[in-house]
């Protein structure tokens, strides 16, 4: 083995030529690259003996642990797909990707195994529950499972005898990762194993990981970008380190003890760790801090860099169904903080008009995601996959005429324009733009003149249907740190200060914080707009 095709082979080629250096770090225990590639053989070895087939998922409700990832890891090395499952989630929320996708084995602690035993018999499809925790033998009879279904402990599992898996190739699926939503039911979005391992050495790449690095996975695995942490390690030959934390002192404390070299987190998070006092020797270790799921604020981004001076910002764009699009390499943040940069390696972003032609320089079109990253659509949804996996014109940026298969790609939904330079900038979702007094008005502009004022500690902007606006702006903020209740007037004064009329705000309420996260951490503006349209009902 030269090179990782398959998603399994991440770990085991690092493996292979560094059997000994540690792969995680959960609380005060490790796992080396040899004993993880063996737990995930044994897994994968155990799944087989229950007469799992190719193809056929493997859901996990865990929290961050060793058996998390030899689960998500070992299901493909079977031949299986992996469905991780935010643990967040309720169990009425779990049933329905266990049903969506025809789950046909759970891997779940005894505790969540309890909050799921009315639910589960509406699981048709499932035949399996591996509980995880060790648990002694006299008290097994404690954990049971009814109906069809057959209870296996993970000790159990990892005794089965070797196999060998299902045969598989690149392109097929390797796992399924649901997407979060206040509205609607989340949307399972399929991966191939060269969709992840594509990603995995395309971040590395700009990343610069390499074996000394040391990643903090704080974001939640069943995100993308929280299970990328794992699949670029492994790729690089770094350890992670694996937390589950409840406040955000609790990730700098982590950082300040494992020597953290690489973070990535999401803007929210990243607002509340800039507010607080950073130890000094975080600075010594930490290589870059990288940002997803939305754009940071500027005055956030400023705050970091002045508690960590030494470590270098990456500000990144991405979407589950590419997994990853593009990056503003940190040379370029002081001469375009608002840019989400470039393409990433191997894979192109076009801009694109209705039509389907280019747009020109500084024209607002559609981001569209085209390579090795583009997923396989969503599962069981082929309405969705068609608005969002479309044929790229023949003529279209990278086509050839004589071409004659047609190409899918991403068409993310988002609009955005590229200046001369080739640099993007991210202007808004199709589904949250804001027209008011005529005008286009991004949420996000909003929010960032807010957060630039520093008298708000985290917000949120939406639209607010209007007879003769089309929409009035309403915002949502919490107070920032060292201001009172009575700032209210004095920011909607900053507000008229810093924004043309058309975008000042309707109405500005300050709320207690924080606010309401989805499961992958991001602030949640459909649930807000909805619970503020709730409360103004007439």
Not at 82 to 95: D, T, W
């Amino acid at each position: 083995m030269t090179e990782s095709t398959l998603l399994p082979e991440l770990i085991a080629l690092t493996a292979q030529h560094s059997p000994q250096a540690i792969a995680l770090t959960s609380g005060t225990s490790h796992f080396s690259y040899a004993d993880l590639s063996t737990s995930v053989s044994q897994f994968a070895a155990g799944l087989l003996g229950l007469g799992l087939d190719r193809g056929e998922r493997v859901a996990i409700y865990l929290e961050k642990r060793f058996e998390t990832v030899i689960a998500s890891f070992g299901a493909p090395a079977a031949g299986a797909v992996f469905v991780p499952v935010n643990p967040l989630l309720k169990p009425e929320q779990v049933a329905f990707i266990l049903r969506d996708c025809n789950v046909r084995v759970l891997v779940t602690s005894p505790e969540r195994l309890a909050l799921m035993k009315d639910v589960l018999a509406e699981c048709h499809d499932l035949r399996h529950v591996v509980v995880t925790d060790s648990v002694a033998n006299s008290a097994h009879t404690d954990i049971t499972v009814t109906g069809p279904l057959v209870l296996t402990f993970w000790s159990d599992l990892l005794r089965s005898p070797a196999r060998a898996g299902h045969r598989v190739i690149d392109v097929d699926m390797a796992a399924i990762l649901y997407t979060s939503g206040s509205t609607g039911k989340p949307k399972g979005v399929v991966l191939s194993h060269r969709n992840m391992v594509a990603g995995a050495k395309s971040v590395a790449s700009y990343l610069e990981n390499n074996r000394a690095d040391v990643l903090l996975a704080a974001l939640p695995l069943s995100f993308d970008a929280g299970f990328s942490q794992l699949t670029t390690a492994f790729h690089a030959g770094a350890r992670v380190v694996l937390l589950n934390y409840l406040m955000p002192r609790d990730v700098l404390k982590a950082m300040e003890r494992e020597k953290v070299t690489g973070l990535t987190a999401v803007p929210p998070l990243y607002i509340q760790l800039a507010q607080l006092d950073w130890p000094a020797t975080i600075n010594e270790n930490l290589r870059y801090f990288a940002n997803t799921g939305g754009r940071m604020p500027r005055e956030t981004l400023n705050l970091l860099r002045q508690r960590v001076p030494q470590a270098k910002p990456f500000l990144m764009y991405g979407l589950t169904e590419a997994f990853r699009s593009t990056y503003l390499p940190p040379d370029e943040v002081d001469r375009r903080p608002d840019s989400i940069g470039k393409a990433i390696p191997n894979a192109e972003i076009l801009v694109l008009r209705e039509d389907g032609s280019a747009c020109s320089p500084e024209e607002p079109g559609e981001l569209v995601h085209r390579g090795a990253l583009v997923g396989m659509g969503y599962w069981n949804d082929a309405e969705k996959t068609a608005e969002r996996y479309k044929l790229l014109a023949s003529d279209a940026p990278g086509r050839q005429p004589g071409l004659q298969l047609p190409e899918y790609a991403v068409f993310s939904g988002d609009t955005v324009r590229k200046d001369a330079e080739g640099f993007l900038y991210f202007i808004g979702r199709r589904d949250e733009m804001m027209k008011t007094s005529g005008y286009r008005v991004s949420p996000t502009e909003v929010e960032e003149i807010l957060y630039a004022t520093q008298m708000v500690g985290e917000c949120v902007a939406f639209g607010v249907d209007h007879p003769s606006l089309g929409h009035a702006i309403q915002v949502i903020a919490t107070n920032a740190i060292g201001t009172g209740a009575g700032c209210l007037n004095a920011l909607i004064s900053e507000c008229r200060a810093r924004m043309p009329a058309y975008m000042v705000p309707a109405g500005i309420e300050i709320v207690a914080g924080p606010l309401p996260r989805n499961p992958n951490g991001k602030i949640d503006r459909k649930l807000l707009a909805a619970e503020w349209l709730d409360r103004h009902a007439a």
